[in-house]
């Protein structure tokens, strides 16, 4: 069983930036695929990025703004945001993904384990 805890969330203005943390619990947390996903309201949920070993990957409306990065020996993954707009509204959802098992990082079912999720807002 992994736990994910997000923070990070906030209000700020068009153009600035935001870092959100999830903390992951469990010791096999460096072999988990994770990944952000966000939904605003009345719309649903979208992929923004995933990491898994070295590799990341970026939905198109946040690559070169976005950032996923993790640290292993902190349980913890990130997202950077930087130049954020209106559209970035969102609860932002953290989720883990059990290693081997097929499916896509891209796809919100693939994963196992999600979190509470943080509110980010962007003002114009």
């Known amino acids: 069983q992994v736990q994910l805890v997000e923070s990070g969330g906030g209000l700020v203005q068009v153009g600035g930036s935001l870092r959100l943390s999830c903390a992951a619990s469990?010791?096999?947390?460096?072999?988990?695929?994770m990944g952000w996903f966000r939904q605003a309201p009345g719309r649903e949920r979208e992929f923004v990025s995933a990491?898994?070993?070295?590799?990341?990957v970026y939905a198109d409306s946040v690559k070169g703004r976005f950032t996923i990065s993790r640290d292993n020996a902190k349980n913890t993954v990130y997202l950077q945001m930087a130049s954020l707009k209106p559209e970035d509204t969102a609860v932002y959802y953290c989720?883990?993904?059990?290693?081997?098992?097929?499916?896509?990082?891209?796809?919100?079912?693939?994963?196992?384990?999600w979190g509470q999720g943080t509110q980010v807002t962007v003002s114009s």
């Open positions: 469990g010791r096999t947390f460096s072999s988990y695929a």
């Open positions: 990491i898994s070993g070295g590799s990341t």
């Open positions: 989720a883990a993904r059990i290693p081997d098992y097929s499916g896509s990082n891209r796809v919100g079912d693939d994963y196992h384990y």
